[in-house]
């Protein structure tokens, strides 16, 4: 299972379906940022995966994090979860990548086996009631 974020937050919608989605399988936390590694947005993005990984280990599911600074996110997320060996991948629609992304990953992985699941909550961060 991969949970893909970006930006500064993670929602509660794309938390509880990679949970539901895992099942007893450990999540893995992609969190996917820009080129630039001084751009102040990859701060954001380490946020972000440290806030799912905490919400993620507070509830029953196992999480690791990593991070991917790359102009191509797609491709990376494909060859992550392919390496992973992930059922599905959950893109956070607050995270500001899904849209366009989602159809392109959802190109790359055709045939794969592996669903891409992008969640529709309005941008509200866990931490936050």
Do not use: F, K, N
């Not at 590694?37 to 599911?61: F, I, Q, T, Y």
């Amino acid at each position: 299972m991969l949970l893909i974020v970006g930006g500064g937050a993670v929602s509660r919608a794309a938390i509880g379906r990679a949970t539901g989605l895992a099942g007893d399988a450990r999540v893995t936390v992609l969190g996917v940022g820009p080129e630039a590694p001084g751009d102040p947005a990859g701060e954001l993005v380490r946020r972000a995966v440290a806030e799912a990984m905490s919400a993620l280990d507070s509830g029953d599911a196992m999480a690791l994090g990593h991070i991917s600074v790359t102009g191509s996110p797609a491709r990376t997320i494909a060859r992550m979860a392919r390496a992973r060996g992930a059922r599905a991948v959950v893109l956070d629609q607050m995270s500001g990548l899904a849209g366009g992304l989602a159809g392109e990953l959802r190109r790359r992985l055709h045939g794969s086996g592996i669903a891409v699941v992008a969640t529709a909550e309005p941008a509200r961060p866990v931490g936050l009631p």
